[in-house]
């Protein structure tokens, strides 16, 4: 128990329990919704902002934050009304975030010393004000999600239902993808640019194979999530391995395990009227 001495570890399980509880809340909307490349590539283009950060001296969670939230907004409308291929959108604009960034970082003055934290995230060495910042991202994202839980609920699950029973479901996914834009943001201080679109998905990818209720399978995302940031913090304190890539390997040998467990039980255990026989889901990119 040596690791609870240290005031930065106590600080980073702190922030790895908030940042699951919102990951397994977001991330189960983005499995049912099948929305993962969407997620992908708004994690990408907060690179651009990172880097406009570091060239025009400013926080680079700051920078993070708004292109993430463009890149959700763009993702949004131009996949509602444009005649382009979403799919096609979605990869524009994860090379464009991508490119940006590497750009500013190359134009930046001096040694940018700490962006490797943001490519492959470092839990340890967030500094106080981002922590606050986080925690200020989580409680609005929280805010939103119980006030628009089910109306969220029934876009994701039936939006042609839910569309003609009068809900504006553009905007519903609009403000649904920002959301998701928010939670980027939260995580690429845990796992960083690369790894977000895991952490992201694999609780919740998980879950969707115990259960097909919304609640329930955001309760088991935010427990998973909890042991895999812990377990992982741990792992990589005792073996002196950097926390990012430990949590999500922890993540992807349970998720392995999970799916060859399901694989062999299902063989001698009746069908049970899951998720994939009852839900309705819409097709998205």
């Given at each position: ?12 399980f ?74 096609t ?17 190359k134009?930046?003055p ?55 029973q ?36 694999i ?12 609640h ?19 792992i ?11 949590i ?12 060859g ?25």
């Open positions: 128990m040596d690791f609870w001495l240290y005031d930065f570890m106590r600080q980073a702190l922030i790895g329990v908030i940042a699951s509880i919102i990951c397994g809340i977001i991330g189960s909307y983005v499995v049912v919704n099948r929305i993962v490349f969407i997620s992908g590539s708004i994690s990408h283009t907060a690179y651009g902002g990172i880097g406009l950060g570091y060239y025009l001296g400013f926080s680079p969670i700051i920078g993070a934050t708004i292109f993430s939230l463009i890149a959700a907004i763009i993702i949004g409308m131009i996949g509602q009304r444009a005649e382009q291929r979403p799919d959108v979605i990869g524009i604009t994860w090379a464009v975030g991508m490119a940006l960034g590497a750009i500013f970082v134009l930046s001096g040694y940018t010393a700490d962006l490797m934290s943001y490519l492959f995230g470092n839990i340890l060495t967030v500094p106080r004000m981002e922590m606050w910042y986080i925690f200020i991202l989580s409680a609005i994202i929280l805010g939103v999600v119980f006030t628009l839980y089910e109306d969220f609920r029934a876009v994701s699950f039936d939006e042609e239902f839910a569309r003609v009068g809900l504006p479901t553009s905007i519903l996914n609009l403000i649904l993808l920002c959301l998701v834009a928010l939670t980027v943001v939260i995580l690429i201080r845990i796992v960083g640019i690369i790894l977000v679109i895991a952490l992201l998905t609780p919740a990818a998980i879950a969707i194979q115990c259960t097909s209720k919304l329930i399978m955001m309760g088991i995302s935010i427990i998973l999530g909890i042991c895999f940031t812990t377990g992982g913090l741990i990589s304190f005792f073996l002196d391995l950097p926390s990012g890539a430990v999500i390997m922890v993540a992807a040998l349970t998720f392995i395990l999970a799916v467990g399901n694989c062999i039980f299902s063989k001698y255990r009746a069908p049970r009227p899951g998720y994939k026989q009852n839900a309705k889901i819409k097709s998205r990119p």
